[in-house]
């Protein structure tokens, strides 16, 4: 099974860019969907962004045009570059994994998670 860990978060100031990246062992990303998502401080968790089964990514209405979501399978690496930051985009991001189904699909039932990195934005 794979294991995931996040890095590359910090603090940043409003209209800025971080880049998130997320590392993967055990087990090769090209097997999986993955995806980013975040929580707030008091606010229920969240999709960010998604590459599924065929590869394509999408996004969250409130992240268009801001973020890109992108996976390198022979690097085993997954990225979030977020541009143009709000500070209502501070929140925990965290990365995760769903293995691909003997169909080749995935269901939305993310299985692995990793830890977690914390995004700042200030005004």
């Known amino acids: 099974q794979v294991q995931v860990v996040e890095s590359g978060g910090g603090s940043v100031q409003a209209g800025g860019s971080l880049r998130l990246s997320c590392a993967a062992s055990?087990?090769?990303?090209?097997?999986?969907?993955v995806a980013w998502f975040r929580q707030a401080p008091g606010k229920e968790r969240e999709g960010v962004a998604t590459i599924r089964e065929d590869g394509l990514p999408r996004y969250a209405d409130f992240v268009k045009g801001r973020f890109t979501i992108s996976k390198d399978n022979a690097k085993n690496t997954l990225d979030l570059q977020m541009n143009s930051l709000k500070p209502e985009d501070t929140a925990m991001y965290y990365c995760a994994a769903e293995a691909l189904d003997p169909s080749g699909l995935c269901h939305q039932h993310f299985e692995y998670w990793g830890q977690g990195i914390l995004v700042t934005v200030s005004s």
């Open positions: 055990g087990d090769s990303y090209s097997k999986y969907c």
